[in-house]
């Protein structure tokens, strides 16, 4: 297409001068690429397409899936294939959907990991990891083999008194190199999320949690919810 030559008037598009591999990191679909070759479109292009069908005076208005499990169907996870189980993806809070973006597994070797597809269509399998990301100042995941980077958890369950919902626990790191005691605990942002507020996308972390910061353990489902965030879910990544 004339559009992607870098001497266009537009000047260098994101395709130019970079492999497939490295606008599949971008974000750029590597079923596109292998199919019709690098063929990204600038953004000056597929804004004029979106904004055409915006009327004058409209406004952005911010919404949270809430109150259904939308995407949980006869048993099983949807909203299609997660590919944000990958090495790097935070780890984050958001309502409870069903989504396979929200199925987590608990490992006999202690991992928390969760599975789904690279942008070629590979299954991956990504976990957990042992000390939150010095960028995202929280928990990301990692390559389950990685024996450095890889966290190693217990599940502590709240009470053992049978009146009691068991499925009540603290996720607590084992395998750290210092003598503190960190568990999963949650993390706010400066301005609580914005729009979203804390129901929206805050980070889960590792420390000493301030406050008691319990999980309730859905084993049928993989979800990881909050107590302390109005039944909320771990979530790889973001909407």
């Known amino acids: ?17 970079r492999t497939p591999e490295e ?20 953004m000056y292009w597929y804004m004029g397409h979106i904004s055409r069908y915006v009327r004058p005076g409209s406004r ?15 048993g099983v996870a949807g909203g299609g294939k997660n590919d944000l189980a990958r090495k790097g993806i935070e780890l984050t809070l958001w ?5 396979t973006r929200q199925k987590f597994y608990y490992s006999n070797n202690r991992t928390i990991l969760v599975k789904g597809h690279d942008w070629l269509g590979n299954p991956t399998t990504s976990c957990v990891a042992s000390q939150n990301d010095k960028d995202f ?4 995941l990692t390559d389950c083999n990685d024996e450095e980077t890889v966290g190693k958890y217990d599940i502590l369950h709240r009470s053992t008194n049978t009146t009691e919902d068991d499925s009540v626990v603290q996720i607590v790191l084992v395998n750290n190199n210092d003598d503190d005691d960190e568990k999963l605990c949650l993390t706010y942002s400066e301005n609580n999320n914005g729009a979203y507020g804390p129901r929206g996308g805050t980070q889960v972390a590792l420390g000493s949690c301030d406050t008691d910061n319990w999980w309730s353990w859905n084993n049928e489902k993989g979800q990881l919810i909050s107590k302390q965030n109005q039944n909320t879910c771990m979530t790889t990544g973001w909407p």
């Open 1 to 17: 297409m004339d559009f992607e030559h870098s001497d266009h008037k537009f000047g260098r598009t994101v395709g130019d001068g």
């Open 23 to 42: 606008l599949q990191v971008l974000g750029n679909s590597a079923g596109y690429i292998a199919k019709y070759g690098i063929v990204i479109q600038p």
């Open 60 to 74: 952005a208005v911010m919404a949270l899936v809430s109150g259904e499990e939308v995407f949980w169907t006869n």
């Open 95 to 99: 309502p409870c959907e069903g989504s």
């Open 137 to 140: 100042h929280g928990l990301v």
